[in-house]
Structure formats: structure tokens, C-alpha cells
């Protein structure tokens, strides 16, 4: 395979018509898109189905039906855009269908603006649509792992009838990078017993999220808890940098992860022993490794472009055992490496408190600098 | 080792076309590269800025706040990048279009009327290739060949007749050095 240069939009694309990506619905919004810009091109060149639907919540509906038929189908937005289609994904998560979103967050809330942000954490990971349903998150930081987690979205929403949301944001969108494509993969052609594509000579098929009886509805809450244990157990990823012997631990998800990765490789290049983990799925999240984490590290630095969304769950993943410490950039603003380096040697020259929430102390500490 | 190099200027000056030949050569020469834009809701004349970075390993952020180099292709991205440039890096400024002399003593500084040599070449849109070219002959992080070989692959086909000159204007540029 050769190497090319891509934009990150632009090769979620490619990777979604490789992975067999039958139909996408969108409708277009900055930083987003080039990505529907590309399938516009792209899906009609393979005879498969581009609609550029009237807004938002018309899309999600299409992918609703789309879904309903078992072959795969996707939608892209960013952050506004998301919001919009909340209700059609609640829809979809009490059908049972799958799906992939790729959401390319920006600043927020509101209509905001069109820089990189991540504040749509809890919504993707803790909420979102109403009623009680989970999606699998994967967030990549680079356009290489936009690619490969793309393919393996369409996978898993296949193999677990789930959501499978692709969290990105305007500077992995926007970025162009070196990356290999996965080869073009034979579309689908064996679908699932509950796929609707007409019933003639068998029994009719019934696909809803209407459930007048509870205890039918308890029924269909349970299968979907009964697959997220499964989701808990097998499809957890991330990846660690320096763990071997950190004293000192830097953690954060996509762009922040690889910004402190710049500034925790300029502690190690001053001797301080730091190290940095990246949760890549963000749900399920890799709750075991915080909590597995060893007692001598010694302060632990979560970075986020958000006011402390994940910083919660990285905190209850490891019992608020370790003391914390909390830094990010909002609104739209990127943070710089040093910045988080300046982060890191705070952390390691002054005791951190463990009466106080992080978020408050860095908090604190933007006000007073005015 | 890694190189960041930061280009700025107006929006059609060929700014973002410029980083982006120096993340192809750097990918044809088989390093990390990485190049995003400062993107917004701009247009033609607006201000336009973009990020290259080449590396021998994984690249952490892609955006530096000190970038090893910079190219100001107009006054306002003088203004704003001159304190930006690492101590000791490299700040290459399009002389044709500015009115004050670079300030910083701490870095290497090169002033190329990079319009009027693109001018008299033929083409005032080939002001990118010549401080590009300057660059290159004095930030060894990438070869000559390298940039004409991305430009050759990558030049919209449209624009393939004016091949010879931007290498011309590429050349013209590398003439200038650092005292």
C-alpha cells in the first residue's frame, strides 16, 4: 500500500466507502464539510446513494430507514449539527440498528464557532438523546487513526446493532497527514434477521422503538445493557506512552492527547519521569487502567479542550485515589504543548491538594491570571 | 528532529499551497508530515496562515506556538509572527510588500523581494516559490528535488504549463542566503 497525504475529513470518507458504507445522509457544516463534500463525489462514482438532506434532522431520519434495512449507513456533523439529530439517534438506539456518526466537534455551545473543540464529551459519551442507551465512542488523534477506527465503526455497530460514534474535532478534520487506506472491502451481502428489505415468502418483520408494555420496554432495556457488557468486556482500546516507570501520569483523548504528548516528551527530555495514557475508546471507557494504575505514581494531569468532561471519569475510574491535577484550553482555543508543560511542572514542584476538585483549582488559577 | 514551519499571509498569495508542497516532499522522503490551516470564515484577501511539520518520529501537537521557522508574505504576518520565531530559528519575510525593516536580532533573517523577482519572472503568484525556495537553501530540512518533485505530482493539472517557472522562481529564491 502507498502512503498519501490526506485530510482528515476527507479520509473518514474514503475509509467509510472501503468499509462498505451503502448510503450517507448529511448536510453540511464547518469543520465538517469536506467530508460530505467528498462523498457527494464519491458514493454516486460507485452507484451507491448521496443525499444531501434538507437539514440535520432530516438526515438522521434517512439513516433511520437506511439502517433499518441492514446495510451500512453513516451521517457526519459537527457539534450544532449533532444536537439536531439527537432525537433521530435516541430513535435509532431503541430500534436496535446500527450506525455510525461521525461528529467533528467544534466550538460550542450553541452555534459557537467553527474552531477545534471537545466539549461535546458528555453528550456523546454520557447522553445526548433521552432513554437509557449507550454508543460506542472511538476517538482517533491523528488522520491514520481517523482511517482505522472508521472501519472498525462500521464493524462494530454491525456486531453489536449499535451507535458507533467517531468523535474527532476541526483540527483532526482540517489536518492533512500521511496515511494508507485500507483496501476497498466486497459489500455486504448477508444481513441479520431483523433487516427489513421486503417480505415476500416469509414472515413479516417489525422494526420500532415503541414499546407500549414497560415490562416489554424492561425486556428491551436489559438486551441493550446485556450488549454493553459485552461492549464493556471485549472492545475497550488506548494506548501509553512512557508507562513503563512513570512517577507521573498526563492523560487526554484526540488533539489534547497529542498536544500533551508533545510537552510530556519535553519533561522526559528535562529527566522528569511522566508518562501519558490515551484512551481511544472513550466508551467504553478503559476504566481499569486508572484504576489499576500503580500507587507510586504520584500526581496524575488530565488535559482536555473541554471544562473537565472525561476529567470525572478519570477520576472515579481510579477511586479518586490519585491526586489529580486538571488543565484545558475552551471555546475553541487549542492549547500549545508548553502550556501543558507548564502544567506538568507545577504538578511535579508543588503538592498536589487533595481537598479540593481539580477543576476548581485550575479554575481558579485562569481567574486570578485575568 | 522535527521542523515547524509556519506560513502566513493574504488569502490567494498561495500560502496554504505552500505548506502544503513541503508536507508532500516530506512524506516522499518518507518522515512524518503533518500541515493544517488556521481555517476560518475567510476569503480571498483575508488573512491565511498554515502549519508544516516534517519529523523523523510521531508528531505530538500540529500546531507549535515557537516554530523553528516562518515565512511573512505581507506586513500583517509580520506583525503577528515576528516574537514567534524560536531564538536562532529562521524568519523569511516577503520584502516586497513591507514597509518596516524585522526588528529581532536572535534569529536569522532573510529579506527577499520575493514579489518583484516573481514579477519579473512572469508571475506575481509565483511570490510563494521563491521564498519558498529561500527557505529550503537555508533550513536543511528537505532537498530541492524533493520540493520540485511534490510540485511537479501536485500541481493542479490546469496549471501544469507553468512548471518550468516555479522551478525557476524556486531557484531564483535559493539564491538568497543568510548572512
Known amino acids: 500500500m502507498s502512503r498519501e497525504l490526506m485530510k482528515g475529513n476527507e479520509a473518514v470518507a474514503e475509509a467509510a466507502v472501503r468499509a462498505g458504507v451503502v448510503s450517507y445522509f448529511g448536510y453540511p457544516i464547518t469543520p465538517q464539510t469536506e467530508l460530505l463534500e467528498y462523498m457527494s463525489r464519491r458514493m454516486p462514482e460507485l452507484g451507491r446513494a448521496f443525499v444531501q438532506a434538507e437539514s440535520e434532522l432530516g438526515a438522521i431520519n434517512m439513516v433511520y430507514g437506511a439502517a433499518c434495512t441492514g446495510h451500512r449507513t453513516m451521517t457526519s456533523s459537527s457539534s450544532p449539527g449533532v444536537s439536531l439529530m439527537l432525537e433521530g439517534v435516541s430513535y435509532i438506539a431503541g430500534t436496535e440498528l446500527p450506525m455510525v456518526l461521525v461528529n467533528v466537534m467544534r466550538g460550542g455551545p450553541g452555534l459557537g464557532n467553527i474552531a477545534p473543540a471537545q466539549s461535546d464529551y458528555n453528550q456523546m459519551v454520557h447522553g445526548g438523546g433521552h432513554g437509557d442507551y449507550r454508543c460506542i465512542v472511538l476517538a482517533p488523534c491523528s488522520v491514520q487513526e481517523s482511517i482505522d477506527l472508521t472501519v472498525l465503526a462500521f464493524d462494530l455497530a454491525d456486531k453489536y446493532r449499535s451507535i458507533v460514534v467517531l468523535l474527532t474535532d476541526g483540527s483532526i478534520g482540517q489536518m492533512m497527514e500521511a496515511c494508507e487506506l485500507p483496501p476497498m472491502q466486497p459489500l455486504k451481502t448477508k444481513f441479520a434477521d431483523w433487516a427489513v428489505q421486503g417480505a415476500e415468502g416469509r414472515e413479516r418483520r417489525f422494526l420500532t422503538s415503541i414499546n407500549l408494555d414497560p415490562a416489554a420496554q424492561e425486556e428491551m432495556n436489559y438486551r441493550l445493557l446485556k450488549r454493553w457488557v459485552e461492549v464493556e468486556a471485549n472492545e475497550v482500546r488506548y494506548q501509553e506512552y512512557f508507562m513503563e516507570d512513570a512517577e507521573y501520569v498526563v492523560t487526554g483523548f484526540g488533539s489534547s492527547a497529542r498536544i500533551a504528548l508533545s510537552a510530556v516528551r519535553a519533561a522526559r527530555a528535562e529527566g522528569i519521569k511522566v508518562g501519558l495514557i490515551r484512551p481511544i475508546t472513550l466508551s467504553p471507557f478503559p476504566k481499569q487502567v486508572y484504576a489499576n494504575l500503580s500507587d507510586k505514581v504520584k500526581g496524575m494531569l488530565v488535559v482536555e479542550m473541554n471544562a473537565g468532561q472525561m476529567l470525572e471519569d478519570v477520576m472515579a475510574a481510579n477511586r479518586y485515589r490519585i491526586p489529580t491535577e486538571f488543565f484545558a484550553r475552551l471555546g475553541g482555543v487549542v492549547p500549545f504543548p508548553d502550556e501543558v508543560l507548564e502544567e506538568i511542572h507545577r504538578m511535579v514542584e508543588t503538592p498536589i491538594p487533595t481537598d479540593s476538585h481539580p477543576r476548581d483549582r485550575w479554575f481558579a488559577r485562569v481567574m486570578a491570571k485575568g | ?179
Open chain 2, 1 to 179: 528532529m522535527q521542523t515547524e514551519v509556519i506560513i502566513a499571509g493574504f488569502g490567494g498569495q498561495g500560502v496554504l499551497f505552500g505548506g502544503q508542497l513541503l508536507a508532500y516532499a516530506g512524506l516522499d522522503e518518507g518522515k512524518h508530515v503533518t500541515w493544517i490551516p488556521a481555517y476560518g470564515p475567510e476569503m480571498r484577501g483575508g488573512t491565511a496562515n498554515c502549519t508544516a511539520i516534517v519529523s523523523d518520529e510521531e508528531i505530538g501537537s500540529p500546531l507549535v506556538r515557537y516554530p523553528a521557522a516562518i515565512i511573512a508574505m505581507n506586513r500583517p504576518s509580520l506583525d503577528k509572527y515576528e516574537n514567534q520565531v524560536k531564538p536562532g530559528g529562521l524568519l523569511v519575510v516577503n520584502s516586497s510588500m513591507l514597509d518596516r525593516p524585522v526588528k529581532r536580532t536572535d534569529i536569522r533573517v532573510l529579506e527577499v523581494d520575493a514579489g518583484d523577482v516573481a514579477e519579473r519572472l512572469g508571475d506575481k503568484r509565483m511570490t510563494n516559490m521563491v521564498l519558498l525556495g529561500a527557505l529550503l537553501a537555508n533550513l536543511p530540512v528537505l532537498p530541492m528535488s524533493a520540493i520540485e518533485n511534490a510540485l511537479k505530482v501536485h500541481l493542479p493539472e490546469r496549471h501544469q504549463r507553468l512548471l518550468p517557472k516555479n522551478f525557476e522562481a524556486l531557484r531564483e529564491g535559493a539564491k538568497y542566503k543568510v548572512n
